[in-house]
């Protein structure tokens, strides 16, 4: 039995790596993508692009954009000298922000009123509008209190001492990357598995398969072991490149590392070959395995987290191994998490798994056309 | 004169096959029309980055009036879902579980610190493994503070003096409601997918099941081949379009402030460009099985990552800015966000729908060139 199986996995492999297209899509895609997605991965604003409308000639306005101009986020494109110079600046995506001092900005400073600074942003991008805004409102904090310290004024009574665990100073890089691991690995196990029952169905070789003495659960462990295989290996060259490269800090269990992933890729290579062996042509394993890896993806937490989301959106995600992956990959990263912790993420993607991989040796002989 | 008449019949011949095609396997319609139903509901409703009702620890070590007055400006935020905790190690265990996602303490010294010149500091700590939300929270911290400090001032019956009142105005989306850039943006990407997935196929089920060698044999030549594909796919595609911007503009009330007309035009370029892209990874591919694994690498991760649609381009290094310039997401991504939020902004739609001209040409001629009539 155990022969049968080996020869069956050979094949498997020799089927996805015999071509050299199929096999350089295996390798190199996923190095180059975490690359270049890990440094697109981030919500830290770089380079602002920023325009400045003074209207005021006093020291305390160039003071204050002297604020702008020193902070490495913020790079400034325009002055500007009219107010209906702006418009045509923000609509055209020229600038993101733009700073109005009026004129009366440092004679209220100095007669103790309040100064008034309009901040313009660009809303198109919320988050991105957000970002700035925060980034804006702490150079104008700053310039509040050196004011206050400099000129003997009465500072507010209390004010806020912010820390930040885990991440001191809040790199959205290292919230990411781990979800990168994430992803390309549930990729690579669509990529492997999701067309290949299909493409038998297609050339009619699966029934052939069929016909032989190997059983259902042969052929499902020959068709798990390529994917599992190949999203270990490519897992843990990304992990690498994670640690040495972009040197996010790996403070966690290994092995709970590699438990976690085996079992992700159990839940991935299950619900790719449930997909697989569904579809009755490749046009619609790949439909399949878009319906499948999409929500995955976007319903994962990677981005936008799962705690935003609605009630019954949170329900549909119990069921998205990606999910339980991320969680692991975060805590194993930068909480230093061990088995203990991460429990109640294991089980699930164990349940989900063997129900796929179950579901999918029944439809191999189930699902005849 | 007649040989156009002919080739005008040829084409609608070739249609004709790619409709049935499309009918016999309703793969295609399901790609069309069910992808972005099922997607846009999914993610219009599911996808936020308004963070609501976080759980955070509020400490009082002493608690007082004053202390109290402090947590019932956190307590009457709907932004926040406040537990009271009786000390900091209950409060750090409880963020190191993961229950909640940021403390506020006040320490024994609030009441008198808060009379005294230098004032009380207030800690809080944030949990930043997700550095995005820890930054929201710090902001709407800051926002209960100096709501309270304008009450407190108040009721003293000053007023609070900032040397500086820094007063923010968000421009196309003044209420910051994510959703309204989230919507466009994903309509983009679903797009994106729709456009290459219904045609990443195509050519190669046509060179794997032999009937690109019948096809040769007819007086058809490869660009009515070609065509014929384009155009059954351009209209399934269009229908898939239009149904998702009205679900963006009816069922999530996205403002759309620019011209319907020049959105139908922008997104009729992209779409030419997203089914170039899938029938150049179909020509080049050959076999289905390596078209689709192209597909599942080079559409959906680099549209979600690359193109804006959540991450800033311009924050990027300068050479992931010149790799997603080969993102043709990127340009619609612009394109969408600017004639739903802004209007006709030529300034951004021109450019943008120029380089999809260019892309989609430079698609479209690879996979012309590509697909010449030989067999090798």
Same mark, same amino acid.
């Given at each position: 039995m155990l022969q049968r199986i080996l020869a069956l996995v050979r094949k498997e492999f020799l089927a996805l790596l015999k071509d050299p297209k199929s096999r350089a899509v295996l390798i190199v895609p996923p190095i180059v993508q975490l690359l270049v997605f890990g440094y697109a991965a981030t919500f830290d604003l770089k380079q602002v692009p920023y325009a400045v409308y003074n209207e005021d000639r006093g020291i305390a306005a160039r003071d204050l954009l002297a604020g702008f101009s020193g902070?490495?986020?913020?790079?400034?494109?325009?002055?500007?000298?009219?107010?209906?110079?702006i418009a045509p600046l923000v609509d055209a995506r020229r600038a993101l922000v733009v700073i109005h001092i009026g004129p009366r900005f440092s004679a209220d400073l100095a007669a103790g009123r309040p100064a008034q600074l309009q901040v313009i942003f660009d809303g198109r991008n919320s988050n991105t509008a957000m970002i700035a805004q925060n980034y804006v409102r702490s150079i104008v904090n700053r310039f509040n209190d050196d004011w206050i310290a400099a000129h003997g004024q009465q500072g507010p009574p209390a004010r806020l001492a912010m820390r930040a665990?885990?991440?001191?100073?809040?790199?959205?890089?290292? #919230?990411?990357i781990p979800g990168i691991i994430g992803m390309l690995t549930l990729v690579v196990t669509m990529l492997v598995t999701a067309l290949t029952v299909a493409r038998e169905r297609e050339q009619g070789t699966f029934d052939q398969l069929l016909v032989t003495p190997l059983r259902p659960g042969e052929i499902l462990i020959g068709k798990t072991v390529p994917g599992f295989v190949i999203g270990i290996i490519q897992a843990t060259v990304i992990l690498l490149v994670a640690t040495l490269w972009f040197e996010v800090p790996f403070v966690g269990s290994l092995p709970a590392f590699y438990f976690g992933l085996a079992l992700f890729l159990l839940s991935g290579v299950g619900a790719g070959l449930l997909i697989s062996s569904l579809a009755a042509t490749q046009q619609q394993g790949l439909l399949g395995a878009f319906l #499948?890896?999409?929500?995955?993806?976007?319903?994962?937490?990677f981005a936008t987290p799962i705690a935003n989301m609605p009630e019954a959106v949170q329900m549909i995600t119990l069921v998205d191994p990606l999910r339980y992956f991320l969680i692991i990959l975060r805590k194993v990263f930068l909480e230093g998490a061990g088995f203990g912790l991460l429990l109640d993420q294991f089980w699930p993607m164990a349940v989900i798994g063997s129900a796929a991989l179950t579901l999918?040796?029944?439809?191999?002989?189930h699902r005849m056309y | 004169m007649s040989d156009r008449g002919g080739s005008a019949m040829r084409l609608r011949g070739l249609v004709r096959k790619e409709f049935l095609q499309i009918v016999r396997d309703p793969s295609s319609i399901a790609i069309a029309f069910l992808m972005p139903i099922f997607l846009l509901i999914l993610f219009g409703y599911g996808v936020s980055l308004d963070a609501d009702h976080v759980p955070i620890a509020l400490v009082?070590?002493?608690?007082?009036?004053?202390?109290?007055?402090?947590?019932?400006t956190l307590q009457g935020s709907h932004y926040f879902a406040p537990r009271v905790m009786a000390s900091m190690a209950e409060a750090e265990h409880a963020l190191r579980e993961g229950e909640i996602k940021g403390i506020v303490r006040l320490r024994a010294n609030f009441s008198r610190r808060l009379r005294q010149s230098d004032g009380a500091a207030i800690q809080v700590v944030v949990d930043g493994v997700d550095a995005n939300t820890a930054r929201i929270v710090e902001g709407y911290v800051e926002g209960a503070w100096s709501t309270w400090l304008t009450a407190q001032a108040a009721d003293q019956g000053r007023q609070l003096k900032m040397p500086v009142d820094f007063e923010p105005r968000i421009w196309f989306n003044s209420e910051l409601r994510s959703r309204n850039y989230l919507v466009p943006g994903l309509v983009a990407i679903i797009m994106t997918l729709i456009g290459a997935l219904l045609t990443a196929l195509v050519m190669a089920r046509e060179w794997e099941r032999g009937t690109m060698e019948a096809l040769m044999v007819t007086p058809a030549s490869m660009t009515e081949v070609l065509l014929g594909k384009l155009s059954a796919y351009f209209v399934l595609g269009t229908g898939g379009?239009?149904?998702?911007v009205a679900m963006a503009v009816w069922l999530f009330e996205v403002p759309l402030r620019g011209s319907f007309l020049l959105l139908w035009g922008c997104s009729s370029l992209f779409l030419l460009a997203a089914l170039g892209m899938g029938l150049t990874i179909s020509t080049l591919a050959r076999s289905q099985f390596v078209a689709g694994q192209i597909a599942i690498i080079a559409t959906f991760l680099p549209a979600f990552l690359l193109s804006g649609f959540i991450f800033d381009i311009d924050s990027m290094p300068a050479v992931v800015q010149a790799i997603t310039h080969v993102v043709v997401a990127r340009y619609f991504v612009a394109i969408v966000q600017t004639l739903f939020l802004a209007g006709n902004v030529w300034s951004v739609i021109l450019p943008n729908a120029l380089a999809l001209v260019v892309m989609a040409a430079i698609f479209l001629g690879i996979t012309w060139r590509k697909s010449r009539k030989r067999l090798d």
């Amino acid at each position: 039995m155990l022969q049968r199986i080996l020869a069956l996995v050979r094949k498997e492999f020799l089927a996805l790596l015999k071509d050299p297209k199929s096999r350089a899509v295996l390798i190199v895609p996923p190095i180059v993508q975490l690359l270049v997605f890990g440094y697109a991965a981030t919500f830290d604003l770089k380079q602002v692009p920023y325009a400045v409308y003074n209207e005021d000639r006093g020291i305390a306005a160039r003071d204050l954009l002297a604020g702008f101009s020193g902070a490495d986020s913020f790079r400034l494109v325009a002055e500007l000298h009219a107010d209906s110079e702006i418009a045509p600046l923000v609509d055209a995506r020229r600038a993101l922000v733009v700073i109005h001092i009026g004129p009366r900005f440092s004679a209220d400073l100095a007669a103790g009123r309040p100064a008034q600074l309009q901040v313009i942003f660009d809303g198109r991008n919320s988050n991105t509008a957000m970002i700035a805004q925060n980034y804006v409102r702490s150079i104008v904090n700053r310039f509040n209190d050196d004011w206050i310290a400099a000129h003997g004024q009465q500072g507010p009574p209390a004010r806020l001492a912010m820390r930040a665990w885990f991440n001191p100073n809040l790199e959205s890089r290292w #919230f990411f990357i781990p979800g990168i691991i994430g992803m390309l690995t549930l990729v690579v196990t669509m990529l492997v598995t999701a067309l290949t029952v299909a493409r038998e169905r297609e050339q009619g070789t699966f029934d052939q398969l069929l016909v032989t003495p190997l059983r259902p659960g042969e052929i499902l462990i020959g068709k798990t072991v390529p994917g599992f295989v190949i999203g270990i290996i490519q897992a843990t060259v990304i992990l690498l490149v994670a640690t040495l490269w972009f040197e996010v800090p790996f403070v966690g269990s290994l092995p709970a590392f590699y438990f976690g992933l085996a079992l992700f890729l159990l839940s991935g290579v299950g619900a790719g070959l449930l997909i697989s062996s569904l579809a009755a042509t490749q046009q619609q394993g790949l439909l399949g395995a878009f319906l #499948f890896m999409v929500p995955a993806v976007i319903l994962s937490g990677f981005a936008t987290p799962i705690a935003n989301m609605p009630e019954a959106v949170q329900m549909i995600t119990l069921v998205d191994p990606l999910r339980y992956f991320l969680i692991i990959l975060r805590k194993v990263f930068l909480e230093g998490a061990g088995f203990g912790l991460l429990l109640d993420q294991f089980w699930p993607m164990a349940v989900i798994g063997s129900a796929a991989l179950t579901l999918a040796g029944w439809l191999f002989r189930h699902r005849m056309y | 004169m007649s040989d156009r008449g002919g080739s005008a019949m040829r084409l609608r011949g070739l249609v004709r096959k790619e409709f049935l095609q499309i009918v016999r396997d309703p793969s295609s319609i399901a790609i069309a029309f069910l992808m972005p139903i099922f997607l846009l509901i999914l993610f219009g409703y599911g996808v936020s980055l308004d963070a609501d009702h976080v759980p955070i620890a509020l400490v009082a070590e002493a608690p007082s009036q004053d202390s109290a007055d402090f947590m019932a400006t956190l307590q009457g935020s709907h932004y926040f879902a406040p537990r009271v905790m009786a000390s900091m190690a209950e409060a750090e265990h409880a963020l190191r579980e993961g229950e909640i996602k940021g403390i506020v303490r006040l320490r024994a010294n609030f009441s008198r610190r808060l009379r005294q010149s230098d004032g009380a500091a207030i800690q809080v700590v944030v949990d930043g493994v997700d550095a995005n939300t820890a930054r929201i929270v710090e902001g709407y911290v800051e926002g209960a503070w100096s709501t309270w400090l304008t009450a407190q001032a108040a009721d003293q019956g000053r007023q609070l003096k900032m040397p500086v009142d820094f007063e923010p105005r968000i421009w196309f989306n003044s209420e910051l409601r994510s959703r309204n850039y989230l919507v466009p943006g994903l309509v983009a990407i679903i797009m994106t997918l729709i456009g290459a997935l219904l045609t990443a196929l195509v050519m190669a089920r046509e060179w794997e099941r032999g009937t690109m060698e019948a096809l040769m044999v007819t007086p058809a030549s490869m660009t009515e081949v070609l065509l014929g594909k384009l155009s059954a796919y351009f209209v399934l595609g269009t229908g898939g379009m239009l149904l998702s911007v009205a679900m963006a503009v009816w069922l999530f009330e996205v403002p759309l402030r620019g011209s319907f007309l020049l959105l139908w035009g922008c997104s009729s370029l992209f779409l030419l460009a997203a089914l170039g892209m899938g029938l150049t990874i179909s020509t080049l591919a050959r076999s289905q099985f390596v078209a689709g694994q192209i597909a599942i690498i080079a559409t959906f991760l680099p549209a979600f990552l690359l193109s804006g649609f959540i991450f800033d381009i311009d924050s990027m290094p300068a050479v992931v800015q010149a790799i997603t310039h080969v993102v043709v997401a990127r340009y619609f991504v612009a394109i969408v966000q600017t004639l739903f939020l802004a209007g006709n902004v030529w300034s951004v739609i021109l450019p943008n729908a120029l380089a999809l001209v260019v892309m989609a040409a430079i698609f479209l001629g690879i996979t012309w060139r590509k697909s010449r009539k030989r067999l090798d």
